[in-house]
């Protein structure tokens, strides 16, 4: 609100966004090994803690919402964590992340198993918003009333590729107003902005709107978290953080599905923004599937052998 409308215009039009030095900076994170193999099982249940262990199928129901639940409680089987002295530090993944329908259950859920993880509901016409924006306000207003803390709202591509800023600001506003006391997440949706300029500066916009949080896509586009997109997002963060002292978290989604994946993006996050940001307040990780192979990972630190597919339940 302190930024100047006028001001904001000029900062936003004069963005351009150096594409082949983010494309260089790319390629050095994935060609290099992210973390000692002493190391590694430390940063995976850092990752664990940051997962936002999500499920968006048109086929979700009570029974599978509760289960997620369970393994949002439980990530990691319990002799795995004593052997690594960690069974007493209540690891758990960030939080839920379900269909706006389905809030009830995770809450109901959570509350059984007695955790206090928070519910993160999709809303705004997910995944594409072409949807009225009274709908899209009202779907945010009814996750909350159903017990959602944190809400993951998708912002209209249309207003980015033409060139509506403003428009795009006052949309995110009223977002941030519906949420009330819950934390916005805003997903860019990356892959359909056209080009790294526009995820600068619909980060910017998305983050000068009140975000708590920016994150890289749905998971239902055809591209979704990739590193040059993510650079650019973080360079945005570091630059609004510098600008207004503001400190806005990350979230990747969409196709992290490795323990290796997750420590690429663990290692990206400590040398773009520094250990303050490696933390479930600033940094989450959309994932579905991922949990399985970090659990894998963390069963052939402590035993030297792969996990057989009856070794591990499987999520």
């Known amino acids: 609100e302190s930024i100047s409308k006028q001001a904001t215009e000029i900062w936003i039009s004069k963005i351009q966004v150096n594409k082949p030095a983010v494309l260089r900076r790319a390629e050095q994170i994935q060609a ?8 590694q099982a430390a940063w995976l249940l850092k990752a664990v803690t940051c997962i936002d262990l999500t499920t968006l199928s048109g086929d979700d129901t009570a029974s599978n919402i ?16 004593k052997a690594l002295n960690m069974h007493d530090k209540g690891i758990t993944t960030a939080a839920v992340c379900v269909y706006p329908a389905r809030v009830c259950d995770a809450v109901r859920a959570l509350k059984a198993a007695g955790c206090d993880i928070p519910v993160a509901s999709v809303a705004t016409g ?13 779907e945010i207003r009814l996750a909350v009333e159903d017990g959602a803390t944190e809400i993951d709202v998708v912002i209209n591509r249309t207003l980015v590729l033409t060139g509506q800023w403003k428009a795009l600001y006052d949309e995110i506003r009223q977002f941030r107003k519906a949420c009330g006391e819950a934390h916005l997440k805003t997903i860019l949706a990356t892959g359909e902005l056209g080009s790294l300029t526009n995820v600068y500066k619909a980060s910017m916009i998305a983050m000068m709107a009140g975000s708590d949080f920016i ?18 997002m973080l360079r945005a963060i570091r630059d609004f953080f510098w600008k207004t002292g503001n400190k806005v978290g990350f979230k990747p989604a969409g196709g992290i599905r490795s323990a290796k994946d997750s420590l690429v993006w663990l290692s990206l996050i400590k040398e ?11 940094f989450r990780i959309g994932a579905s599937t991922l949990l399985a192979d970090i659990e894998r990972q963390i069963y052939h630190h402590v035993t030297g052998r792969y ?9």
């Open 272 to 282: 773009e923004l520094g250990d303050e940001w490696m933390k479930p307040e600033l």
């Open 126 to 138: 997910f995944p594409a918003a072409q949807t009225h924006l009274k709908t899209r306000l009202e």
């Open 307 to 315: 996990a057989a597919y009856h070794d591990l339940p499987m999520s």
């Open 215 to 232: 994150k890289t896509s749905t998971g239902k586009e055809t591209v979704n978290a990739t590193f040059p997109v993510a650079i650019v």
């Open 32 to 39: 290099r090994r992210p973390v000692k193999k002493e190391w």
């Open 66 to 81: 509760q289960r997620l639940c369970y393994k949002a409680k439980y990530p990691i089987r319990e002799d795995l964590l």
